[in-house]
């Protein structure tokens, strides 16, 4: 288990926004030293808490339409389901959920045309889905894990903690 600290924390909710910064500067935003900040995420990245990877602007390579999808799958074909559907290139990413939908997805599509037609030659051929619903995303604001750094480490239960490795 991997106690992490208010530092800890900071720097993630720091590197959650997705804005790219310098080691100096998220330094200076969590109020400790470049060579801490840079010891911490070594440290966090080591223990697999935290990965550093690039993030794609859909709209600037013309994936423009987003579109979230609100799917009723039959329990007996779920995981078959949810493997079809990652193989999908449009859909980027897959949960079960509870509620009125137990999957849900998110995709993206270069135009209103294009997501029309893959809801026409795609999901119905999909084994297990019962039903969709569609949801058109006017406007996408990546939230990431920003709302981290407004987190404390007293904020987190012991269980919660505890899986952390």
Not at 76 to 88: I, M
Request: neutral net charge; glycine residues 6%.
């Amino acid at each position: 288990m991997a106690l992490m600290d208010s530092v800890d924390w900071a720097i993630i909710g720091q590197l959650g926004g997705g804005s790219r910064r310098s080691i100096r500067e998220l330094a200076d935003q969590v109020y400790v030293s470049a060579s801490t900040t840079r010891r911490r995420i070594k440290r966090l990245s080591e223990l697999g808490i935290l990965t550093l990877k690039p993030s794609v602007d859909y709209d600037q390579i013309g994936l423009r339409v987003a579109a979230l999808f609100g799917l009723d799958v039959a329990h007996d074909k779920l995981q078959s389901t949810l493997d079809s559907l990652a193989q999908l290139p449009e859909v980027l990413w897959i949960s079960t959920t509870t509620g009125r939908f137990n999957v849900v997805a998110f995709g993206r599509f270069a135009s209103n045309e294009s997501l029309d037609k893959f809801l026409r030659t795609v999901f119905p051929f999909i084994d297990g889905v019962n039903h969709c619903e569609t949801f058109l995303c006017l406007q996408v604001t990546r939230l990431g894990d920003a709302r981290l750094s407004n987190m404390r480490e007293a904020d987190i239960c012991e269980h919660e903690l505890s899986n952390v490795k």
